[in-house]
């Protein structure tokens, strides 16, 4: 967990130094008014103090230097996929849509259980059913299908042997 210190600063045109700088980033910067308490209650003063509260997060050396970009939710999701040999059934929901968008996949909107690709041979709908996962290569896309081609795939396939299939086309 990152170590995080306040300070309390009455100067507002703070400049760190280069030291501080580069192991620190400034999180939250808050400035607050507060008048100046007077020993005589009955002068009156329009002066008030501005308070300036900085936090600074310190960034551990290891991931300061490797700097490594944020994942999406589907890159998170990916990370989480069981070897590719397992069977589809035994993969979280989330998991085979990161695998879907992964592979050039586009879900539906109205519908998420149906998926679209556009490959450079052939198009093709792809739908989640409860039981087995369905893909129809269109006859409309480009190739020479006489008709549209349905192939059915049971979640007992593991992913690679699914995913092989699928990718292999028509």
């Given at each position: ?23 620190f ?16 209650p009955?002068?009156?003063?329009l ?10 997060c ?7 230097e ?24 035994s ?20 519908d ?25 290569y ?12 349905e ?19 028509p």
């Amino acid at each position: 967990m990152s170590t995080i210190s306040s300070s309390k600063f009455t100067n507002t045109n703070l400049s760190l130094p280069s030291s501080i700088s580069s192991k620190f980033s400034i999180f939250h910067t808050t400035h607050f008014t507060k008048p100046i308490p007077f020993p005589n209650p009955l002068s009156i003063s329009l002066k008030k103090t501005i308070t300036t509260i900085t936090v600074f997060c310190k960034f551990s050396e290891s991931s300061a230097e490797s700097e490594e970009p944020l994942l999406t939710p589907e890159d998170e999701w990916l990370q989480k996929l069981p070897e590719k040999t397992k069977p589809l059934y035994s993969h979280s929901l989330p998991c085979i849509e990161a695998w879907l968008k992964n592979l050039g996949f586009n879900q539906s909107k109205d519908d998420r259980a149906l998926w679209f690709v556009n490959k450079p041979d052939w198009h093709a709908h792809l739908s989640l059913d409860v039981t087995d996962l369905y893909i129809r290569y269109l006859k409309s896309g480009p190739g020479n299908l006489e008709k549209d081609v349905e192939r059915r795939f049971s979640y007992a396939l593991s992913r690679e042997d699914i995913e092989n299939a699928v990718l292999g086309g028509p």
